[in-house]
């Protein structure tokens, strides 16, 4: 039996490390990843082995040969373009067709029993059996599920936390029989998860997932390589490691010299011929390589220190990894999550800080405070994108170099020679920042139509309706005037979705931006009548027919913000009475707090009641979100005035579909239903509403969060548009906003959130879908659990915070409340809370 190890892979993520060498060839306890590899297939009787090769493929042939000295037999497949997991193994058919044969990863660290795997696959009379790992955090994995005799269920490629149902997912290891192969296109990119398997499940073909206990780690970041490295020293992963231990947990490889006056502290490594002098400390889960020079008073701990470098004098080495044939000089210090390059020379008294990346062959003089990543610069975070965009605090963690950086980043992700849209609320903050965005896009050879201080709305109408390819809104956070939100949209004017996100996050960390030569960098311009435009197509696609012989009057909010700029050109042309409050713009005050908004609510509230108008709407600061307020002055919740619209929408058009969130009340359904409408649930994410809206018979979409969609003008949540819209049903229906709220049946839906630790949300959706066997389960966004009585409980990670969200409705509170505990329980004992 043959096995194919694939290699092919650059390793991005992976950078500066893999700037100049394929990532199996990045070092663990001075070994290859993919030499481990070759040793656990020989430790397992696969000495016959394939290797795929694409990229810097010369460096794997020169280092591995024909594998004589592995006591192995190797032969490679090059391939000369990325043809895919599954492509780069039908490259190599040729050696493959007479018997089953193994695939993995040359990149990723394991001891999984490959034998006990094979023999799984061979009892079950499987055509593929896919090796699966329970692992903390799934997001960057693909989710399998099996049954509990091993068949496979369901593949889901890379979730969000809103579609992970389990922590079981694909290490990238295969048993395959041959006819396999068959099923893969010749030259093309094919992947085995995304392409192939999902095509074999659905033809009923034999798919089993066998859950392996032993290590796996996937080596594709460079907090998960240090965690190899740790892992490795500590005893978790088995490997070969080449050298003695000369106290326990101190490994020290054949010749290396290490003075007794040394102070070390293992776990640790210290590579064959390295020198470690009297008075330095190495400390625990450090790794030195071959050749290694560590002078006095020099201090290491939990770094990895590739072959051939010099440490000089009371340099100071903490959690950061340094590349082969680099120099760190006297009094040199390398914070946490730096990672330095090959060939670097870093000069004496340098400082580099936490998380900064020096490429190969670059020199930090002598002294040197470096922050940002040379010659690229990047920042180190979790998740760029949160549920409002790009957010933090002004001047502190979204600063003009920041702005910079993720413009071009952006840039770098377009065209030459396209367009973007940028606008801005008031705040001063906005208007500094977006200059900074739109000298780096200009820079990146993108055109800037700047609409300057606009609703987030008109931006986005602009975007839809213009040759802009995409646009960039900065508005300051709803209730912090610190902070900031830089939203991009794409070229529908609607938020990126997660897999433009996804790109866009790729290129903003590896650092490598687009700068355009001299003759290339863009123009700014500044379109004139852009509400005037919006003004007239919003009116023109809005039914406002009946608005102006029904002599209403309606109290309206601006809250200080951009809506005011559009309120008079669209007010003055409908024929209403229109009482404006707030309409000033507030460059000083450009949000409100909690506190702030419900005084002026209760001044909405008073002002509506007491001129007997007909409603009163609340913008907020960009115009995309409403609060509205009845005849009789009360607020209507966010949850009610989304049932309040719709019932008058669907009312009035008695038919079509409209576009919900898995988390609105079922009484949704009841009113669609009454009317003769049809409801298309969606996940939670904006983009995912806003694309159900753009969809074919579409009447209506909101969030419950106060915002809406309509449809007939624009697939994005528009504050304007629905008032607009709100006007005309009022006016031809003249039915008062309470009575129609009247007749709507009071929902039964309940809420909690249960924190959860990000290492155990996998945990916690596996747990639910075990707990739910039985039951009904939509997987649409989260897990939703389906009762024979009709009630129905919904979990769903948070994609930016550690917490679980749980909602439960039922026909009464008691047994809403009763289904909201019972799954709060599952979740807390999986989460450990």
Not at 248 to 265: C, F, M, R
Not at 341 to 362: L, N, R, T
Not at 436 to 459: F, K
Not at 630 to 640: A, F, N, P
């Amino acid at each position: 039996m043959k096995a194919v190890v694939m290699a092919g892979g650059e390793g991005t993520r992976l950078r500066p490390m893999t700037a100049n060498q394929p990532k199996p060839l990045l070092p663990v306890i001075n070994r290859p990843i993919m030499e481990h590899v070759l040793r656990l297939l020989r430790r397992h009787g696969l000495t016959e082995t394939v290797i795929t090769v694409q990229f810097l493929a010369a460096l794997i042939r020169n280092y591995f040969g024909d594998g004589e000295e592995l006591g192995m037999s190797l032969y490679y497949a090059t391939e000369d373009m990325p043809l895919g997991t599954a492509g780069s193994v039908k490259n190599a058919a040729d050696k493959l067709r007479d018997d089953r044969f193994l695939v993995i990863s040359g990149d990723a660290l394991t001891d999984i029993d490959l034998t006990d795997m094979i023999r799984f696959h061979r009892d079950n009379g499987a055509l593929v059996t896919i090796g699966l790992k329970r692992v903390p955090n799934p997001l960057e994995f693909g989710i399998v599920i099996v049954d509990d005799h091993g068949k496979v269920q369901r593949f889901l490629e890379k979730p969000t936390w809103g579609q992970v149902f389990s922590d079981t997912v694909n290490t990238g290891i295969y048993v395959m029989e041959p006819e396999v192969l068959d099923e893969v296109v010749t030259g093309q990119a094919v992947d085995w998860s995304a392409d192939v398997f999902p095509r074999l499940l659905a033809g009923g073909a034999p798919l089993y997932g066998y859950v392996a206990e032993g290590y796996w780690e996937d080596v594709g970041t460079h907090e998960s390589y240090l965690k190899a490295q740790s892992d490795a020293l500590s005893g978790w992963v088995k490997l070969d490691i080449d050298a003695f231990e000369l106290s326990p947990g101190v490994w020290v490889a054949e010749g290396a010299s290490v003075d007794a006056d040394a102070v070390l502290k293992g776990p640790l490594y210290i590579g064959d011929y390295a020198k470690v002098e009297a008075g330095a400390e190495l400390r625990e889960y450090s790794v030195l390589g071959s050749n290694v020079v560590v002078r006095e008073g020099a201090f290491v701990h939990r770094a990895v220190v590739h072959d051939n470098v010099y440490i000089g004098p009371s340099a100071n080495l903490r959690g950061c990894v340094i590349g082969k044939n680099t120099d760190v000089m006297t009094g040199a210090r390398i914070e946490e999550s730096a990672v330095i390059g090959d060939e670097c020379i870093i000069e004496a008294e340098a400082y580099v800080s936490s998380g900064v990346k020096v490429y190969p062959f670059k020199t930090i003089e002598a002294g040197a405070v470096v922050n940002t990543s040379v010659i690229w610069e990047s920042r180190g975070q979790r998740s760029l994108f949160g549920p409002r965009g790009v957010s933090g605090l002004v001047n502190v963690e979204i600063t003009p170099e920041l702005c910079v950086r993720l413009a071009s980043a952006y840039a770098t992700t377009l065209k030459k020679g396209t367009s973007v849209i940028t606008s801005r609320d008031c705040s001063r903050a906005a208007r500094a920042l977006k200059r900074a965005v739109v000298s780096a896009l200009n820079a990146g050879a993108i055109d800037v139509l700047d609409l300057e201080a606009t609703p987030l709305p008109v931006a986005r109408f602009h975007t839809g309706r213009t040759a802009a390819v995409g646009g960039i809104a900065l508005r300051t956070t709803s209730g912090d005037p610190q902070s900031v939100d830089i939203v991009f949209t794409d070229e529908q004017g609607a938020d990126l979705s997660l897999g433009a996100q996804r790109k866009l996050e790729r290129v903003f960390s590896r650092q490598e931006f687009r700068r355009a030569f001299p003759g290339e960098i863009a123009e700014l311009t500044f379109p004139a009548r852009a509400v005037e435009d919006y003004a007239h197509e919003l009116l023109r696609c809005v039914d406002m027919n009946g608005v102006r012989g029904a002599e209403m009057k309606v109290v309206v909010d601006c809250a200080g913000g951009t809506s005011s700029l559009v309120m008079p050109t669209l007010l003055g042309r409908v024929g209403v009475d229109v009482l404006t409050v707030n309409s000033r713009l507030d460059d000083t005050s450009p949000t409100e707090t909690l506190a702030e908004r419900r005084r002026d609510l209760q001044r909405l509230s008073e002002l509506v009641s007491s001129s007997r108008a007909a409603f009163g709407v609340r913008f907020d600061p960009v115009g995309e979100r409403v609060a509205l307020v009845d005849e009789k002055g009360q607020l209507i919740s966010e949850e009610r005035a989304l049932l309040v619209v719709l019932d008058l929408v669907a009312a009035e058009r008695g038919g079509g579909r409209v576009a919900l969130p898995v988390t609105t009340t079922r009484v949704a359904e009841q009113v669609c239903r009454f009317h003769g409408v049809q409801v298309h649930w969606t996940a939670t994410a904006l983009d995912e509403l806003t694309t159900a809206a753009a969809g074919h018979d579409m009447i209506f979409a909101a969030d419950g969060k106060g915002g809406f969609v309509v449809p007939e003008f624009g697939p994005t949540v528009d504050g304007i548009a629905v008032f607009m819209r709100l006007l005309g049903l009022v006016a031809r229906t003249r039915l008062s906003l309470s009575r129609i709220d009247a007749r709507i049946p009071e929902a039964k839906l309940l809420r909690r959130t249960v924190p959860t630790p990000w290492a155990a949300k996998g945990a916690v959706m596996r747990s639910v879908i075990e707990a739910a066997e039985g039951y009904h389960i939509d997987t649409t966004d989260g897990v939703r659990v389906v009762d024979g009585d009709g009630g129905w409980a919904l979990v769903l990670p948070d994609p930016s915070e550690a917490v679980t969200h749980l909602w439960a409705e039922a026909h009464d509170m008691d047994t809403a409340q009763s289904l909201l505990e019972h799954w709060a329980r599952v979740v807390e004992r999986a989460a450990g809370t």
